[in-house]
Antibody, heavy 120, light 111 residues
Framework: QVRLVESGGGVVQPGRSLRLSCAASGFTFSGYAMHWVRQAPGKGLEWVAAISHDESKRYEADSVKGRFTISRDNSKSTLFLQMNSLRREDTAVYYC?????????????WGQGTMVTVSA | QSVLTQPPSVSGAPGQRVTISCTGSSSNIGAGYDVHWYQQLPGTAPKFFIYANNNRPSGVPDRFSGSKSGTSASLAITGLQAEDEADYYCQSYDSSLSGWVFGGGTKLTVL
């Protein structure tokens, strides 16, 4: 069964750091590009970051560039999002999602999400 | 302000047909990038729903269909049912932003 499970969310003060993880199972993780997508409370979906299957390419949204870093460990089938200098506006549910063979394919598998709350 | 524009809400009675529009620009939908749609039921993660403009993954009823023309795309739902009540999001890639973009989402209400 194809599955993505996020973890690492919680309450953090503005300016601090947090690292999210996304454990993959049921498919060959190293064969897929992966993304992080977030959703602020009561708001829509916002793409955050993407990484190619072999880590050779990484992309971040302007809203997080320079503060968030996406990475992966294919030996452990795990995706990461290192979030530094957190701001209140980063408060959201963070989802990891899988993409098929092309960068422009749909996000065909989603995790259940992990909540990040940035508050003093 | 989302790069892809969707109506905030649409509604219809059971059995009716509704459409949800997704308007982009020459750097995303108009540039030929595929449009995908996701369904999000309350309190759950988004679900892969329509891919590459007009394709349904297994398990999605054929009452749902997608289309794309020029700088816009649409999701059509026929024979509306109560369980179709959800938020629907369109998504594509934007070459000017070098990133993936979503519509603001449309809340479908079945009256």
């Amino acid at each position: 069964q194809v599955r993505l499970v996020e973890s690492g969310g919680g309450v953090v003060q503005p300016g601090r750091s947090l690292r999210l993880s996304c454990a993959a199972s049921g498919f060959t993780f190293s064969g897929y590009a992966m993304h992080w997508v977030r959703q602020a409370p009561g708001k829509g979906l916002e793409w955050v970051a993407a990484i190619s299957h072999d880590e050779s390419k990484r992309y971040e949204a302007d809203s997080v560039k320079g503060r968030f870093t996406i990475s992966r460990d294919n030996s452990k089938s795990t995706l990461f999002l290192q979030m530094n200098s957190l701001r209140r506006e980063d408060t959201a549910v963070y989802y990891c999602a899988r993409v098929g063979s092309s960068w422009y394919n749909a996000f065909d598998v989603w995790g259940q999400g992990t909540m990040v709350t940035v508050s003093a | 302000q989302s790069v892809l524009t969707q109506p905030p809400s649409v509604s219809g009675a059971p059995g009716q047909r509704v459409t949800i529009s997704c308007t982009g620009s020459s750097s995303n939908i108009g540039a030929g990038y595929d449009v995908h749609w996701y369904q999000q039921l309350p309190g759950t993660a988004p679900k892969f729903f329509i891919y590459a403009n007009n394709n349904r993954p297994s398990g999605v009823p054929d009452r749902f269909s997608g289309s794309k023309s020029g700088t816009s795309a649409s999701l059509a739902i026929t024979g509306l049912q109560a369980e179709d009540e959800a938020d629907y999001y369109c998504q594509s890639y934007d070459s000017s932003l070098s990133g993936w973009v979503f519509g603001g989402g449309t809340k479908l209400t079945v009256l």
